[in-house]
C-alpha cells in the first residue's frame, strides 16, 4: 500500500469533492478514508488514499491535482502519509 | 489513521512557521583520491564527486516534493584537503588549483556548497596543513561554492597557539581578498575548537577521517515552529515551557530522521547522523532570538539571555534525540547575527553586544557566527577573540567556533549586505585593548585538566 494523504482547502462551493474524487477514480486511486468540514465559510478536507495501484506516478497525480484545485478554485496538496505518520505517532 | 487535526498542525508548521529540512549533506571521502601528482589528484577527485553525487540535487527535491516539505539546501562535505593534497602540493597556489577543482564539481552537480577545504591542527601543523591554512584566502576568492575550516583546539590536544596566530592573519587576509564583495570570502571560513566529524551545516563542514566512503547527513530546522509552540504557554511555568519545547523538537526531529532515511535509500548511501539544529534565516519568524523573547526577553542580549538560551538548547537536544535513531553534527540552537532578524533587531538597538554573544556561545550550540566587525580591527585583535572562543569549547568539551567578518572599508554602524541566507549585519564594536603580546607566543595551550581520562 502507498498511502497518500490529499488536503484540499478553499472557498466552499458545489462539487468540489466531487471534482477530486472523480480524478481519483479516473486514475485508479482508491480513497480509505475522508473527512471534511466547512469552517468560517472555508472548505476543508482530508482524504487517505492509496495509489499503489494508481495509473500515473506521484509527481504526475500532485501535478495534475493542483491543476485541478486551480480549476475548482481551491488548494489542493498531496503528500506522502508518512510525514504525519512519523510527526504525530510513535 | 491520522486524523485531519495532525495533518493541519504538520501543513501549519510547513506553510506558516518555516518548517524545512535544511540541508541534505552527502559526505564523500576523498582518502582513495590521493596522489603524488596534482593533475591526476584533480581529475580523481572531480570524477569522485561528480559520480557520487549527481543525482544528490534531484532526489532531494523529489523527496522534498513527495512529502511535501522544503529541502532548502542539498550540500557535500569531503575529507578535509590538507590531508587529500598533503602529497601533491607543494605551493598555495596548487591548493588553489584544488579549491577551483572542487567548485567545478560542485556546480556541475548543481550543489550550493561543498564543505571541506580544512585543516584538522588541534595540536599542531603539517607543512601541508599550513599550505592549506595559508592558501584559504586565494581559495575562498576564487571559488564561489567551496567553505573553508580549520579545527585549531580541542579538549583532548589543548589549543594550537600558533594556527590561532595563523588563522587571524588568515580572517584578514581573506576579508582583502573579497573586499569588492564586502568581504564575503569571511562568511565561508569557520575557525573551530571540537570540530565534528559529521556535521552537516555549512561553512563548518567537513567529512572527518572516522568516517566511512560515503554518508548522509541531515540538519533540520525550525525556530518559528518552536516560537509558535511557546506562544501557546505564554506565562506558565519552566516545566510546561520545557515540556513543549521539547515536544516540538521531537515532531521537527522525526521529519530529519524520515527525509535522511529516504535519501539514504534512495541514493543507496548509508545514513549517518540527523544535526537536529535551531537554525534561523533572515526570513521573519525564522529566528531564535525571537524564541528567546518569546521566552520573556525585551530584547536578546538583557540579562537573563544565557539561561534563556540554556534552557532553549538542552530542551531541543532533549526531545530531538529520542527522534533519530543517531543524532550528531552541532546539534543545538544557533546564534548567528547575520542570519538572524531578532538578533540583528537587538545589536541595532544597543542590547547585544560581541561580549554577550561570548557569553551565549557557552551554552549555545556553535559560536561566534556570522559577526560584522570593522575591517581596520588588527589581526593579533581577531586571534584574541578565537582563542577566547576556543578556549570556551575546551573547557566546557563543547565545539565551539568563530566566523567573524572584518568588513574592509567598513566601521562601526555601517550595514554590510551578504544576500539570501547570509542576510545582512550592522558592524559591531571591537574591544579594541592590545592582545599582541599574549597570540604571539608560540606554542600551544595544554589539554585541560579534565581531558586526563583513560
Known amino acids: 500500500m502507498k498511502k497518500c494523504v490529499i488536503t484540499v482547502v478553499g472557498k466552499d462551493k458545489v462539487g468540489i469533492i466531487a471534482g477530486v474524487c472523480n480524478y481519483l477514480a479516473d486514475n485508479g486511486i482508491n480513497v480509505l478514508d475522508i473527512s471534511q468540514t466547512i469552517r468560517d465559510g472555508f472548505f476543508n478536507m482530508m482524504a487517505i488514499v492509496d495509489m499503489e495501484n494508481g495509473a500515473k506516478k506521484f509527481d504526475e497525480v500532485s501535478r495534475d491535482l493542483e491543476v485541478l484545485g486551480g480549476e475548482i478554485g481551491v488548494t489542493i496538496h498531496c503528500q506522502r502519509e508518512e510525514i504525519f505518520e512519523k510527526m504525530h505517532r510513535l | 489513521m491520522i486524523n485531519f487535526k495532525e495533518v493541519n498542525e504538520t501543513n501549519q508548521m510547513i506553510e506558516n512557521e518555516n518548517l524545512d529540512v535544511r540541508t541534505i549533506t552527502l559526505g564523500i571521502s576523498l582518502l582513495d583520491c590521493m596522489s603524488g601528482d596534482l593533475e591526476v589528484l584533480k581529475k580523481n577527485i572531480y570524477e569522485k564527486i561528480t559520480t ?132 564575503l570570502g569571511c562568511a565561508k571560513l569557520v575557525i573551530f575548537c571540537n570540530a565534528p566529524d559529521d556535521n552537516p551545516f555549512m561553512a563548518g563542514a567537513f567529512l572527518g577521517v572516522t568516517e566511512g566512503d560515503a554518508v548522509i547527513n541531515v540538519g533540520v530546522s525550525g525556530p518559528g515552529v518552536v516560537k509558535r509552540a511557546i506562544e501557546g504557554v505564554r506565562g506558565e511555568g519552566f516545566e510546561k515551557l520545557c515540556e513543549t519545547i521539547k515536544k516540538t523538537a521531537f515532531k521537527v526531529t522525526r521529519v530529519g530522521q524520515l527525509v535522511a532515511k529516504e535519501a539514504s535509500k534512495r541514493l543507496k548511501v548509508p545514513f549517518g547522523i540527523v544535526d537536529l539544529s535551531l537554525a534561523p534565516t533572515p526570513a521573519i519568524g525564522d529566528s531564535v532570538a525571537e524564541i528567546l523573547e518569546e521566552i520573556g526577553l525585551e530584547k536578546v542580549g538583557a540579562p537573563g539571555t544565557t539561561a534563556a538560551l540554556a534552557l532553549l538548547n538542552d530542551q531541543v537536544k532533549k526531545g530531538g534525540v529520542m527522534a533519530s535513531s543517531y543524532v550528531g553534527g552541532l546539534s543545538g540552537a544557533f546564534i548567528p547575527v547575520s542570519e538572524d532578524q531578532g538578533m540583528i533587531d537587538a545589536v541595532n538597538a544597543g542590547a547585544l553586544t560581541l561580549e554577550k554573544l561570548e557569553a551565549m556561545t557557552c551554552v549555545c550550540s556553535v559560536g561566534l557566527d556570522m559577526i560584522a566587525i570593522p575591517g581596520k580591527t588588527k589581526e593579533t585583535t581577531i586571534s584574541g577573540i578565537i582563542a577566547d572562543e576556543m578556549a570556551i569549547g575546551m573547557i566546557n568539551q563543547k565545539t565551539t567556533a568563530v566566523r567573524l567578518i572584518p568588513v574592509i572599508g567598513k566601521d562601526v554602524g555601517e550595514i554590510v549586505e551578504f544576500g539570501g541566507l547570509l542576510g545582512y549585519a550592522p558592524v559591531m564594536p571591537v574591544n579594541e585593548f592590545d592582545c599582541s603580546r599574549f597570540v604571539n607566543r608560540q606554542g600551544r595551550i595544554p589539554a585541560p585538566i579534565h581531558s586526563f581520562k583513560n
Open chain 2, 52 to 183: 557520487l553525487a549527481k543525482d544528490l540535487v534531484k532526489t532531494g527535491d523529489e523527496i522534498g516534493a513527495e512529502f511535501g516539505i522544503p529541502i532548502v539546501n542539498k550540500r557535500i562535505s569531503i575529507t578535509p584537503i590538507g590531508l587529500v593534497g598533503s602529497g601533491a602540493c607543494k605551493s598555495t597556489d596548487d591548493y588553489v588549483e584544488l579549491a577551483k577543482t572542487l567548485d567545478k564539481a560542485a556546480a556541475t552537480v548543481g550543489v550550493n556548497f561543498i564543505g571541506g577545504f580544512s585543516a584538522l591542527v588541534s595540536k599542531a601543523m603539517t607543512r601541508a596543513d599550513e599550505l592549506l591554512i595559508r592558501a584559504i584566502p586565494g581559495a575562498l576568492a576564487a571559488t564561489e561554492r567551496v567553505c573553508a575550516s580549520v579545527n585549531v583546539g580541542s579538549t583532548r590536544t589543548g589549543i594550537n597557539m600558533d594556527a590561532v596566530r595563523l588563522s587571524g592573519e588568515i580572517v584578514k587576509a581573506t576579508a582583502e581578498a573579497t573586499k569588492e564583495r564586502d568581504s
